[in-house]
Structures are given as structure tokens and as C-alpha cells.
């Protein structure tokens, strides 16, 4: 194994980590909530689908959008990291669906669980969290070793 020294991005990825998890203290300290994602973009799809009026979706909403504009802020202040895929979108959209139903089996996901499951101790959440993570280097290991891709 090598590192990626060039990629190699500490300072990012700690400014990335403190802002998720300011962010999570936040959203728990003025709406009472865990900030799982899923949980928070279910809340107003659910409401658009049984048309129910987005007031009360408002911290929901916010959060959203500080996601969305999130990546519009760091753009003022450097590079945005380049992006490559080498899936086809078959493979995306098939990897989105198993990600979504992997939720909702799990309650949760890796947002709710990993960084305030985790925080708050939940047993549960460590479960979940190694289940995760064994899952995803399985995968990656049975793609580039087994299945060569």
C-alpha cells in the first residue's frame, strides 16, 4: 500500500470534520434531533408526498441547504477536489438503491450513526457503524482483488 502524498489533504479533512460534527452538535442543540441525513431528507420528501404543508420542516430544510451551499462556500476559498468515476451509471444507480434500502434496514445512516450514534455512546450505532464498514472493504476488496475491476 501507498500513501497518495499529494492528495494527502489533513488540514481539509480536519476543517471537514469539525464543521460535520459543529454542525450535528447544532442541529441536536436547537431542534432535539440527530443529524442522520436520511432522516432529515426523508422528513420533507414524506411531506411533499402526503402534501402536507413544509412549515414544520423548517430545520430539515435549513440543514439542506447548508449542505447544498456548503461546497459553494469552500469554492470561495479554494480548489474544489477533482471528481472521477469510473462506474457507469448503471452501476451508480444500482450502488444508490442498496445504500437506500441498506438505511432503512439499519435505521440510519452513516451521519446519524457514525458521527452521533457514536458520540452519544449507542451501542446500536457501533453495530451499525462496524456492520458499515465491513461491508464497504469487503466490497472494495471483492471488486479489486476477486473480481479484478
Known amino acids: 500500500m501507498t500513501v497518495d502524498w499529494p492528495s494527502f489533504t489533513p488540514i481539509a479533512a480536519l476543517a471537514g470534520g469539525v464543521l460535520i460534527g459543529a454542525a450535528s452538535a447544532i442541529y441536536v442543540l436547537l431542534s432535539g434531533r440527530i443529524a442522520g441525513i436520511t432522516g432529515i431528507l426523508a422528513g420533507p420528501l414524506l411531506a411533499l408526498a402526503q402534501r402536507r404543508p413544509l412549515a414544520a420542516q423548517r430545520p430539515q430544510l435549513l440543514f439542506l441547504v447548508g449542505l447544498l ?56 450505532s457501533l453495530v451499525n457503524v462496524l456492520v458499515f464498514m465491513g461491508a464497504g472493504f469487503a466490497t472494495v476488496y471483492a471488486m479489486r482483488h476477486l473480481l479484478g475491476s
Request: aromatic share 4%; net charge positive.
Open 69 to 124: 451551499a456548503a461546497p459553494l462556500v469552500w469554492g470561495l476559498f479554494a480548489p474544489m477536489p477533482e471528481a472521477t468515476l469510473s462506474a457507469g451509471t448503471g452501476v451508480l444507480v444500482v450502488a444508490g438503491l442498496l445504500v437506500g434500502v441498506g438505511t432503512r434496514l439499519a435505521n440510519g445512516c452513516t451521519s446519524g450513526h457514525g458521527v452521533c450514534g457514536l458520540a452519544r455512546l449507542s451501542l446500536r
